[in-house]
């Protein structure tokens, strides 16, 4: 399949593994972009620049593959080494970088000026044409159903990629919801040049996290999610778990005065206790809704070849048969 977006990263096959935290190590960034995807390193899971640079490293003895680095630019009150890690990438000869969480303006000249190419997630078509206005290569549209965060809009993607394909010029891959054949052949109708996945890379061979958090997404069905810290404007999706339940209680007491402080044990410091040592009620954690249509724990060879597989049944003779 040739899209806008293989073209663009030079890859086989219009499928990105989206940036997770303490989930997107090398050992799945290269697995993905063995089988032909574009696997991301998580840039901010790596503590400093350096760390970061090794991973680089690391991934590249695993690949000969084009791979990519996630930056998310959070609000924080020890803003992370941001240029630092955006060095790291550049001297790495990484040629894609993901950006999330807020304009990356600021990044560009830098990463253009070194012939990196940008793919920017956002959650509304505003965000996504300013991504366009300012630069970026292309968008990830990541819709309401996504894994981590949704943003404020609570759009779907079925009205918000075809709204994004109105309005963009720069080529765009569907994120959210995102699990196979279907999801590619849908997105691509629905005028996205690809697709993006997280939870679904989470339940790979690969993916090096505790078994627990597979096993946990295999039981899981799409009822199984829900939304934290909205009170905060910082909107999460996540499996529900004890952890969650209690941010919840604490979100229906405490209303408009919640903060930050209030549900810190159930959010600080949970990823490496839930992806490295397999606590699942450590606290939250992002989880998509597509968890409901996840069965199994294939390869990301296999995934990703049964995805185009199916993708190419499903238009050559299933949509090919309904025509007359
Ligand atoms: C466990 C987990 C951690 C994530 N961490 C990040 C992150 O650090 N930065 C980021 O930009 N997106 C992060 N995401 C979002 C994914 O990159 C992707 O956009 C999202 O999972 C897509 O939705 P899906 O889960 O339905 O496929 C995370 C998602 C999950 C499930």
């Given at each position: 399949?040739?899209?806008r977006?293989?073209?663009?990263?030079?890859?086989?096959?219009?499928?990105?593994?989206?940036?997770?935290?303490?989930?997107?190590?090398?050992?799945?960034?290269?697995?993905?972009?063995?089988?032909?995807?574009?696997?991301?390193?998580?840039?901010?899971?790596?503590?400093?620049?350096?760390?970061?640079?090794?991973?680089?490293?690391?991934?590249?003895?695993?690949?000969?593959?084009?791979?990519?680095?996630?930056?998310?630019?959070?609000?924080?009150?020890?803003?992370?080494?941001?240029?630092?890690?955006?060095?790291?990438?550049?001297?790495?000869?990484?040629?894609?970088?993901?950006?999330?969480?807020?304009?990356?303006?600021?990044?560009?000249?830098?990463?253009?000026?070194?012939?990196?190419?940008?793919?920017?997630?956002?959650?509304?078509?505003?965000?996504?044409?300013?991504?366009?206005?300012?630069?970026?290569?292309?968008?990830?549209?990541?819709?309401?159903?996504?894994?981590?965060?949704?943003?404020?809009?609570?759009?779907?993607?079925?009205?918000?990629?075809?709204?994004?394909?109105?309005?963009?010029?720069?080529?765009?891959v569907?994120?959210?919801?995102?699990?196979?054949?279907?999801?590619?052949?849908?997105?691509?109708?629905?005028?996205?040049?690809?697709?993006?996945?997280?939870?679904?890379?989470?339940?790979?061979?690969?993916?090096p996290?505790?078994?627990?958090?597979?096993?946990a997404?295999?039981?899981?069905?799409?009822?199984?999610?829900?939304?934290?810290?909205?009170?905060?404007?910082?909107?999460?999706?996540?499996?529900?778990?004890?952890?969650?339940?209690?941010?919840?209680?604490?979100?229906?007491?405490?209303?408009?005065?919640?903060?930050?402080?209030?549900?810190?044990?159930?959010?600080?410091?949970?990823?490496?206790?839930?992806?490295?040592?397999?606590?699942?009620?450590?606290?939250?954690?992002?989880?998509?809704?597509?968890?409901?249509?996840?069965h199994?724990?294939?390869?990301?060879?296999?995934?990703?070849?049964?995805?185009?597989r199916?993708?190419?049944?499903?238009?050559?003779?299933?949509?090919?048969?309904?025509?007359?």
């Amino acid at each position: 399949m040739k899209t806008r977006i293989t073209e663009l990263f030079g890859i086989e096959h219009p499928i990105i593994q989206g940036g997770m935290h303490y989930v997107g190590f090398a050992e799945l960034a290269a697995a993905v972009s063995n089988a032909g995807g574009l696997g991301i390193i998580t840039g901010l899971t790596q503590k400093s620049p350096q760390k970061l640079a090794s991973e680089i490293a690391r991934c590249r003895t695993m690949t000969s593959k084009p791979f990519g680095v996630n930056l998310t630019f959070l609000p924080s009150l020890t803003p992370p080494d941001f240029p630092g890690y955006v060095q790291a990438i550049i001297d790495g000869g990484v040629k894609v970088v993901e950006t999330a969480g807020n304009n990356p303006q600021k990044w560009l000249p830098a990463l253009k000026a070194h012939g990196i190419k940008v793919i920017h997630k956002c959650t509304s078509v505003r965000h996504s044409l300013k991504a366009e206005a300012i630069g970026c290569d292309a968008v990830s549209v990541d819709g309401f159903e996504c894994g981590g965060h949704p943003g404020e809009d609570d759009i779907p993607n079925f009205i918000l990629l075809p709204r994004a394909a109105e309005e963009l010029k720069i080529p765009f891959v569907a994120s959210g919801g995102m699990a196979d054949g279907r999801s590619l052949v849908a997105a691509l109708a629905l005028g996205a040049e690809g697709i993006n996945m997280g939870t679904r890379f989470i339940a790979t061979k690969e993916a090096p996290v505790h078994d627990n958090v597979k096993q946990a997404l295999l039981k899981a069905t799409e009822l199984d999610t829900r939304l934290v810290m909205r009170p905060l404007r910082n909107t999460e999706r996540v499996l529900v778990n004890a952890a969650v339940e209690r941010i919840l209680e604490k979100e229906r007491t405490l209303g408009a005065n919640l903060k930050f402080e209030d549900i810190i044990k159930e959010v600080g410091g949970v990823y490496p206790r839930v992806m490295i040592d397999g606590d699942m009620d450590a606290g939250a954690w992002s989880c998509g809704m597509v968890a409901g249509l996840i069965h199994d724990i294939p390869s990301c060879k296999e995934l990703i070849d049964r995805i185009m597989r199916e993708a190419d049944t499903l238009i050559t003779k299933r949509l090919a048969g309904f025509m007359r």
